[in-house]
């Protein structure tokens, strides 16, 4: 699906109502194809660095006839956390990290975007709802103009960082559809991830390789050297 008739627009290039159509068809598409598959998965690899071999900005759908495994594990931790704190588990998350402001990216009346305490890619962020929204397509007309802006300002943010056109795997997870349509499926919360490769700078990207593929995911912490920090404490906090 391509964004743009234009070639070398990226989003957060585009227009507010530009953004919006976007956010149209991909409500749109999880409609369709949500009526038979029971996983739509809405996804954009932007940049070369990340596999990306079609310059034009676009993002992919894929459905499938089956819960992939990332769906099928989001589904039951949800199911559980409901279960037992009786309040979906992402939207229990978006509220603390609101209150605490310590990992918030960037806010509006309807949108957070913060860095989820799990994150494993440098500058990985999570996109939430303030309101308990299962899928896309249950996006009020005004949440998916605050949508368009929120997406709009983080990516900015993302260029400006390194000043480039910030590469990135990001998707949507929301609510299976098909089959599910009829079940209940309160304990999901409608959200995007966004995977971001780079490191340090426009050129040094994160590879997840070695012991991260082999025992787990590590996190590249850069301390700012203190002074008052005795070696050995200084050693012992960094990754
Ligand atoms: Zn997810």
Redesign the pocket.
Known sequence: MCFHPWSDLTLPLMSLAEIRAVIDKWAELTVELGASYPWVQIFENKGAMMGCSNPHPHCQVWASNFLPN?ARL?DRTQRQHLQERGVPLLLEYARLEAQRKERLVVENADWLVVVPYWAVWPFQT?LLPRRHVCRLQELSDGERDSLASIMKRLLTKYDNLFEVSFPYSMGW?GAPTGPHLGADCGHWQL?A?YYPPLLRSAAVRKFMVGYEMLAQAQRDLTLRPLPELSPGLRASCSL
């Open positions: 990332e989001e999570l997870h959200h991830h």
